[in-house]
Structure formats: C-alpha cells, structure tokens
C-alpha cells in the first residue's frame, strides 16, 4: 500500500507564506498524478492543486499565481510552496497520489496538517 505523510502546516500571519511537504512510501510500482486538497471548517474538501508525473500543474482559481506545486519524482515528495497567505486558505491541507499497486491503480490520503492564517 501507500502511506502518504505531510509535514509543515502551522500558524501564520496574513501575507505570509508556508512550505507543505508529503511523502509517499510503501509499496507501489509508480506515483502518478500527485495533489492537494483542502477542507475548512464546515466546508467541503476542495481540491487546490495538482501536478502530474511530467510536472504539468493545474491550480484552482482561488490560488492561482499564490500557490506553487513541485514535486521531485526520486523522493516520492510533493510540495506546496503557499505565498500571500489569507484567512480564507485556513484549512487542513490534505495530500492525495494516484498510485499503482499490483498493477491496480487507486487514489491515497494523507492524515493533513492544519494551516491557520490569522487576520
């Protein structure tokens, strides 16, 4: 299977920036497409971004030109640089990756790490 771990959520200021990492381990024959959602208190979980095993990005409208994805292929990691932070992106920030085990391919889910942007 896959396990999917983020890391570096926090407390921040309006304005400023973070940097959310997750990797993936287990045991899978290939990552394809790897994203991140997001799910704010009494919201929906919605999708922010994502990027794909050739490094093609696909952003939501609500980040674009804010939020960077990157993704290095060697260390199964994923990343999500988060510039010009506002209340409104406070959520847990949840990592997703199509994955192939066993010749089947499914969709995984990190645990998510909260980011809070305070006004």
């Known amino acids: 299977q896959v396990q999917l771990a983020e890391s570096g959520g926090g407390l921040v200021q309006a304005g400023g920036s973070l940097r959310l990492t997750c990797v993936a381990s287990?045991?899978?024959?290939?990552?394809?497409?790897m994203g991140w959602y997001r799910q704010a208190p009494g919201k929906q979980r919605e999708w922010v971004a994502h990027?794909?095993?050739?490094?093609?990005?696909s952003y939501a409208e609500s980040v674009q030109g804010r939020f960077t994805i990157s993704r290095d292929n060697a260390k199964n990691t994923v990343y999500l640089q988060m510039t010009r932070l506002k209340p409104e992106d406070t959520a847990v920030y949840y990592c997703?990756?199509?994955?192939?085990?066993?010749?089947?391919?499914?969709?995984?889910w990190g645990q998510g790490t909260q980011v809070t942007v305070s006004s």
């Open positions: 997703n990756a199509g994955a192939i085990v066993d010749f089947v391919g499914n969709a995984y």
């Open positions: 287990g045991r899978f024959a290939r990552i394809n497409t």
């Open positions: 990027i794909n095993s050739g490094a093609s990005t």
